[in-house]
């Protein structure tokens, strides 16, 4: 078996473990599912006549337009419990285990992040069932829905991997837990749960230049309208933006973890 | 070939020396022990041979692979079972043999096989598909020595494989090691007991304060401190006489109390027949009589002044990095 071939086997062995440590913790899986999916039966209930506010896109329901901030925020806490999970590893010495394997050792935070981005896919898929069973239309047909699960999908990726580069920094759970309000504050300041059009100042600038808006616009278009090329490629590349972040900090973190021990 | 080769190993954490250029060499099919109290630098020592931590300095070979410059071929060549088994609780005993199988290179049948044989091996096969967070200490233990394996290793290293654990689970251990050692494995045991060390190592490596203080044989180590001694109980008021007549046979040594006189014997058990019959031909009873020889907690006295085990239950720790 060639290395290649060796290492993709242990980036999904660590996969699967990461997706089976979230379902066997309930304090990981909670955030992902059930968090989001009560936020978004809270705000479909309580804010559903929003859409008839002028400026508000064109919509089926506001549950058509709350499914795609619903996916990101939970994709962004699978990244944060993923980083939490990754803490824990390192915390409790199990890392030291995968790092004293004849495997690049960059392979085990690839393992960690396919589990995060299995976790992604887990969650479109789950709140696209969602807005089916409650009416929702997926304008953009089979297409665009699969569009949106690739892109949120592949940003659990890359959230993930600023989750594991700030575990790999520094080692201890509750500092990657910590940064819970910090992903709230992301999340609310991008268009994922109003639209951009109809925020008040400095929200509305921050929003517009929040990499989470072009993700959330990406994966809104195919549910409420379409799949439009322009709004798919800028969700690619923030998307690629995060990845190559993630994977640069995370490779730095790595190396540092490696030389402090 | 030696399996270890170690070189004025160095390791640093800000401004602590935590291991201050230390020189080994472990043979091929040997078990070392390498003994010392908490904070010492065995830890640090460990993990910079597994290739887990840099050295600061000074070089270290591992079944004949730089631990820097050939860090993957000496993983591979490598079992580690670290301190405190560093178990994920939330997978089974199974998985986690398979995951390290997985970790290891093994095909994905090879690898099942592997897994059951070494379950079965360290008698978990009953408990394989529990979750490891419900296993007891000693299972625990088993487990990780069992995923340290799961390659065949020619070298395993064991970080304290028995600390805090009772009296049956630790010979369990204990049996399993020599069971490995026999079957030609190199064993590193690092440990804060010295009851270990004497049972187990082949040669013992004493380490205080970073640096290494005293290396051999444990026989080796003992004899250096001096020849064993005998300790006899005499009756009530002939101790003094007990003592004129032990000191024609031996060196006396200071006494521990009134009623006990202590005389170093050149033979060892040999010499307690000659002591009995002097005593015996002068008329004094002796109410009992026990050979004692050095111990390793005598050689560590010996070369840092402070007892090993006294200073375990103190807190210590090694230094820990930033």
């Known amino acids: 078996m060639n290395d290649l071939a060796k290492s993709a086997r242990v980036v999904r062995a660590l996969g699967a473990r990461s997706i089976r440590q979230t379902f066997r913790r309930p304090q990981l899986l909670a955030p992902i599912v059930v968090f989001p999916t009560l936020l978004l039966a809270i705000q479909t209930g309580g804010a559903g006549a929003s859409i008839e506010l002028p400026g508000f896109p064109p919509v089926q329901s506001f549950l058509q337009f709350m499914l795609a901030g619903s996916m990101m925020q939970s994709m962004m806490l699978a990244g944060n419990s993923g980083g939490i999970a990754f803490a824990v590893d390192i915390e409790m010495g199990f890392t030291d285990r995968l790092f004293a394997a004849p495997i690049p050792r960059f392979a085990i935070v690839l393992g960690r992040l396919a589990g995060t981005a299995a976790l992604g896919l887990f969650a479109s898929l789950w709140f696209l069932a969602i807005g089916l069973i409650f009416g929702a239309h997926i304008e953009g047909g089979v297409p665009g829905a699969l569009l949106a699960i690739l892109l949120v999908t592949a940003s659990a990726l890359a959230v993930g991997g600023i989750g594991a580069a700030i575990a790999l920094r520094t080692g201890s759970a509750s500092v990657v837990q910590g940064l819970f309000p910090l992903v709230l504050v992301v999340l609310f300041l991008s268009s994922a749960f109003f639209p951009q059009e109809l925020m008040i100042e400095p929200a509305k600038t921050i929003a517009q230049y929040n990499p989470l808006s072009f993700i959330v616009e990406g994966v809104r278009e195919p549910i409420i309208s379409g799949i439009d090329a322009t709004q798919t490629l800028e969700a690619v590349a923030a998307i690629a933006g995060i990845v190559v972040l993630g994977l640069v900090l995370s490779s730095r973190a790595l190396k540092h973890r490696l030389r402090v021990g | ?322």
Request: negative net charge; glycine residues 10%.
């Open chain 2, 1 to 322: 070939m030696p399996a270890i080769e170690v070189e004025g190993l160095e390791r640093a954490f800000g401004e602590v020396l935590a291991v201050q250029g230390i020189d080994l060499t472990v043979a091929e099919g040997e078990i070392y022990g390498f003994l010392g109290p908490n904070g010492a630098g065995k830890t640090t020592t460990v993990r910079m041979l597994t290739t887990l931590l840099l050295p600061s300095g000074g070089r270290a070979s591992v079944a004949g692979h730089d631990v820097v410059a050939d860090a993957r071929q000496v993983r591979a060549s490598i079992g580690v079972a670290l301190q405190e088994a560093a178990l994920d609780p939330l997978m089974t005993g199974r998985e986690l043999i398979r995951l390290q199988a997985t970790l290891q290179g093994l095909p994905p049948a090879a690898g099942r096989e592997r897994a059951d044989a070494l379950l079965e091996r360290v008698d978990l096969a009953a408990v394989a598909d529990r979750r490891v967070g419900g296993y007891s200490g000693g299972m625990k233990r088993r487990l990780d020595l069992a995923a340290a394996l799961v390659h065949e290793p020619s070298v395993l290293f064991l970080d304290e494989p028995t600390t805090g654990l009772d009296p049956v689970s630790r010979k369990t251990i204990w049996e399993e090691v020599r069971a490995l050692n026999d079957d030609g494995t190199t064993v590193f045991l690092t440990t804060q007991y010295l009851e270990e060390a004497d049972q187990l190592a082949d040669s013992v490596g004493i380490i205080d304060s970073g640096r290494i203080v005293a290396e051999g044989t444990p026989e080796s180590l003992k004899d250096e401190i001096g020849d064993p001694h005998v300790e006899l109980l005499i009756g009530e008021g002939e101790v003094a006489e007990a003592e004129r007549v032990c000191a024609e046979i031996g060196r006396l040594l200071p006494p521990k109390d009134g009623k006990r006189v202590l005389v170093e014997v050149e033979n060892g058990a040999a010499d307690i027949p000659r002591v009995v019959r002097a005593l015996d031909e002068a008329g004094i009873a002796v109410e009992s009589l026990e050979l004692v020889r050095p111990t390793l907690d005598d050689v560590f006295v010996d070369k840092t002044g402070h007892h090993l085990e006294k200073e375990e239950s103190e807190d210590g720790g090694e230094p820990v990095p930033a």
